[in-house]
């Protein structure tokens, strides 16, 4: 047993309190609001509950007394079968589906038990990945202080996100079964993992932009690891000048080694034999783990799919899963891409026509916007009006679902590549998983069609992972953990509820900053005073936070008279935009990361060829 792994097993009754407390303290929080906030997730799941207790199973895709009719995956509604057979013994009123918004005392506290029994599974997921995580961090912090470095682990992974009050009723539950497979793969079971990540993706569509990264690592370490060694051991040597930062910090296979490493991959794979001493490639062996791959995950959505397939409904069942007919924002603009898009042709439609008019003789304004390529629609402008439906731009292009489709495709290709191209070591699956999937949520949340701005949660989930081992993901992390949580805050609107929503999301951030600081600061950095984690401008976009809340909460409400009248939508705009500002910042900063390794792999693989 390596130095790492020992001081794990000695210190796991730390990280064991620290996952207790947290357990503790969730648990006391939302028994405390129980009577107090409930989302639109509530009736959503309740009748979802009525749908599939009280409908045959052929109705269900087809229901539609609610709004909130059933689109999610199949295994999802069958979950909700099983769990309405408990729902009956609470209250069976709860599953008519004609008892719409129907909220009494028992179906509240079932539903809240539902909450806390999912986030109690997420939470044990949690301390398990913890304890594999907590074991690779900085060697630094592990000498002095390994208690403190997974207790910290045990913090940002168990917690998963500060958006407990807005998060969707039993999403913890789908994010348990991720963390179960992401334990899987960091631990060699790949079989495992893919068989998990099925589930997942038969359980929550959104889960599906991580689909390339799951399919490439699959693809490349374990049914391509065919060699007479095995691809699922612990951990490998580290080579000199390897994995491990000047600040003595693991992470991620840099650029360059990454492309050393695919070099002499393919240097051995052209001389007949496997890295790392490993025998002659198997393309039998590498059947034979592609047919039990397949028929593991074929399995999977057979069970799922499979009776409404042969009742002739997947075509319905699709349109219930992709709705493009809601169009490509919500009434409340995700922090993605396409709010500053928008914010944009919201400008340009109120300003432009005037501009030119103080430009142009008049009655030729619209005749020379029209010459442009420019219809400013003054009705398609207005795209916050809390409608559902396509709503189109009035001056900037329409953007299409097969536009947003090839954009998120797009940005997933470095990730993919570099995915691809790195070494089969068992340590590289370790340091770069949770990196990649994170990448792949957050690309679907950045350019995704009609996107929830709650989706940004599932990208922070993975990041956490890796923001115990790598200070530059701490950094990251914090940036979009406030990005991602503040723009959540307009889901919580009356007044009653200010006070809950600032205080859990304060106190998370502080928590978050305050562990990973102590996780990666002086003296993981050879420095005697601790090194923030934010630099300069990182620092002042936290603080402008502050300054966008006093202006949304007191100066449009109170100050300005009547602006409250004349503009409502400017404080859901703005807080669209400029969380938008951090997510996108922290999304560059990981495309970056991955252009570099997939271009120093391809150069290296050139490289090869020549030679």
């Known amino acids: 047993m390596g130095r790492g792994a020992a001081k794990s097993v000695r210190s796991s009754p730390f990280l064991g309190a620290a ?4 357990a503790t303290v969730a648990t006391a929080v939302k028994l405390l609001l129980v009577p107090c906030y409930r989302s639109t997730d509530f009736e959503v799941h309740r009748n979802w509950l009525a749908i599939t ?19 999610y ?26 008892n719409l918004e129907y909220a009494s005392t028992a179906t509240v506290l079932f539903q809240r038990g539902s909450v806390i029994v999912t986030d109690l599974l997420l939470l044990a997921a949690a301390y398990a990945l913890a304890r594999d995580v907590a074991s690779s961090g900085p060697d630094e912090v592990q000498e002095e202080e390994p208690h403190q470095q997974q207790h910290a682990a045990g913090i940002r992974i168990g917690s998963g996100s500060g958006g407990a009050l807005v998060s969707a009723w039993l999403v913890a539950g789908v994010e348990c079964v991720l963390l179960w497979s992401l334990h899987a793969a960091r631990t060699g079971r790949h079989l495992l993992s893919g068989l998990l990540f099925a589930i997942v993706l038969n359980m929550k569509h959104l889960f599906l932009y991580a689909a390339p990264a799951y399919f490439v690592y699959l693809l490349r370490h374990y049914v391509m ?20 930062g000047g600040d003595g910090e693991p992470r991620a296979p840099s650029a360059v080694s990454l492309a050393d490493a695919a070099g002499r991959k393919a240097a051995a794979r052209s001389r007949g034999s496997g890295s ?11 059947a034979g783990r592609l047919a039990l791959l397949g028929g593991c995950v074929l399995a999977v959505f057979a069970a799922s799919f499979g009776p409404f397939i042969a009742m002739g409904q997947l075509p319905q069942l699709l349109r219930r899963l992709f709705p493009f007919g809601r169009g490509l924002l919500h009434a409340y603009w995700a922090a993605n891409a396409w709010a500053p898009y928008a914010a944009a042709d919201k ?7 005037r501009l030119l008019g103080a430009l142009l003789p008049r009655g030729s304004v619209m005749r020379e916007m029209a010459l442009l390529g420019l219809r400013a629609r003054r009705a398609a402008a207005n795209m916050a009006d809390g409608r559902v439906g396509v709503s189109r731009f009035a001056v900037l292009p329409q953007v299409t679902p097969g536009a947003t489709a090839a954009a998120v495709l797009l940005a997933l290709l470095p990730c993919l590549a570099a995915l691809w191209a790195g070494d089969d070591r068992p340590q ?11 990448y792949c949520f957050l690309c679907g949340f950045v350019y995704g069609y009609h996107v929830h701005e709650k989706a940004v949660l599932v990208a922070l989930l993975p990041l956490a992972v890796d923001a115990v081992t790598s200070r530059t993901a701490a950094r990251r ?36 900053h305050m562990a990973l600081a102590a996780l990666h600061g002086g003296k993981a950095c050879g420095k005697q005073r601790p090194a923030p984690l934010l630099g300069g401008a990182g620092r002042l976009y936290i603080v402008g936070f502050a300054v966008l809340e006093l202006y949304c909460s007191v100066v449009h409400v109170h100050v300005i008279p009547g602006l409250a009248t004349r503009l409502p939508f400017v404080p859901l705009m703005a807080t669209s935009v400029y969380c938008s500002l951090g997510v996108l910042s922290v999304w560059y900063d990981m495309a970056a990361e991955w252009l570099r390794e997939a271009g120093a792999a391809a150069s290296a693989a050139w490289k090869q060829k020549r030679s």
């Open 276 to 286: 790392g001493g490993r025998g002659p490639f198997s393309w039998s062996m590498a």
């Open 73 to 98: 995956p199949p295994l999802f509604a069958w979950f909700e079968w099983l769990l309405s057979r408990l729902a009956a013994l609470a209250d069976p009123a709860m599953l008519v589906v004609a």
């Open 428 to 438: 590289y699956v370790r340091r770069t998983l949770a990196r990649a999937l994170s």
């Open 53 to 71: 207790h009280s409908l045959p199973i052929s109705k269900w895709y087809v229901e539609a007394t609610s709004e909130w009719t059933l689109d």
């Open 477 to 512: 992390f914090l940036l979009l953990s406030a990005a991602g949580h503040y723009g959540l805050l307009p889901l919580l609107f009356r007044p009653e509820e200010y006070g809950v929503k600032i205080l859990l999301t304060l106190s998370y951030a502080v928590v978050s």
């Open 19 to 22: 996952c207790l407390q947290l």
């Open 347 to 353: 400008l340009l439609a109120a300003t432009l026509p």
């Open 225 to 244: 690891e065919c060699g007479g060694g095995s691809g699922n051991g612990g951990g490998a040597a580290k080579r000199p000048g390897g994995d491990e």
